[in-house]
């Protein structure tokens, strides 16, 4: 019941924060139109290409320990979750473990166990990209700015999307039920893909590069709004984006990656306001392509003659 209520408020809070921000500015709507087509395309093919080095990341996993489905088929799955997860029931993963379940045999326990080892990986990745960062800060950030933007980071932001994000559900369905141990839970789908452990570079590769992408679209965003953004900065803000998108308290994450990458981004020394009016404009980016490929996949994966079990 309490996670609920800290689910709830979380998200009125989120989605509020953005309502307040173009309510008190509403000069800001107009800047929102102003923006370049062009750049909204450019955007738009980042996007694209990012979800794809995320789908990858997925395919690659499943190939470690069983025969992957049919590559197209797979990724309208994938295409069709993202916009799901822009839902109020946020549950894209979940339709991905169902087509998985009953189409090609890979059962719920070894999804979750595969889904929560990338996930690991995903947070110790962007802990030792942004860590770096963090470290090879100019000298002209205070020391104390650093420790609130580490404590923040570490004790106040991730625990919490953790805890309140629809992940928490999936440990239950571990083999030996460890809901309310999430570190052996963790280990447990280490040693699930143990003997694969080849895997481990590929997506570290992966990881890496869609951390690039995102921050090449942070970049794009941030010289549009006025921001001469610097490469530790995107080092750290790209890897934060990136978890807050997919530890999504709102549906696609929506209020809270913006608020919390802008709050860190004031932190580091630039505008909260003009961090907020780039990363509206990537997200609207996103909610366009998650539509678009997410719609357009339906009709293909309905047509498909192979979409029974065993075939």
């Not at 694209?48 to 309208?76: C, E, G, N, R």
């Not at 991905?96 to 379940?101: E, H, P, T």
């Not at 009016?277 to 909610?287: G, V």
Request: net charge positive.
């Amino acid at each position: 019941m309490y996670k609920r209520i800290i689910y709830f408020i979380t998200w009125i809070v989120a989605l509020a924060a953005l309502f307040i921000f173009f309510l008190y500015k509403p000069e800001r709507i107009d800047l929102l139109l102003q923006t370049p087509f062009s750049l909204f395309l450019e955007l738009s093919l980042l996007v694209t290409i990012t979800w794809f080095i995320v789908y990858l990341q997925s395919y690659a996993t499943l190939m470690s320990i069983a025969k992957p489905p049919p590559f197209f088929d797979y990724l309208s799955v994938f295409f069709i979750g993202l916009l799901i997860n822009y839902s109020p029931i946020r549950i894209g993963i979940a339709a991905r473990a169902f087509y998985l379940a009953k189409y090609h045999s890979i059962n719920l326990s070894t999804f979750t166990a595969l889904s929560i080892f990338r996930l690991l990986a995903m947070i110790l990745m962007s802990g030792l990209v942004a860590g770096i960062a963090v470290l090879c800060l100019p000298t002209g950030i205070m020391a104390a700015d650093i420790l609130l933007l580490l404590f923040f980071l570490s004790c106040v932001v991730i625990p919490l999307i953790i805890f309140s994000s629809i992940w928490l559900d999936y440990w239950k369905y571990l083999p030996g039920n460890l809901i309310g141990n999430p570190v052996a839970s963790f280990g447990r789908s280490f040693r699930q893909v143990n003997n694969k452990l080849g895997i481990l570079p590929v997506i570290s590769a992966l990881l890496s590069l869609q951390f690039i992408f995102v921050a090449v679209r942070m970049k794009l965003c941030f010289d549009y709004a006025g921001i001469d953004i610097g490469l530790l900065a995107l080092m750290v803000l790209a890897p934060l984006g990136t978890m807050l998108s997919v530890l999504a308290i709102t549906p696609g994450g929506i209020g809270v990656r913006e608020f919390v990458v802008a709050s860190v981004c004031a932190l580091l020394g630039y505008s909260f306001e003009q961090g907020m009016q780039a990363l509206i404009i990537d997200r609207i980016s996103m909610i366009a392509v998650a539509l678009l490929l997410g719609s357009g996949s339906m009709p293909f994966l309905l047509s498909r003659k192979n979409m029974a079990p065993g075939k």
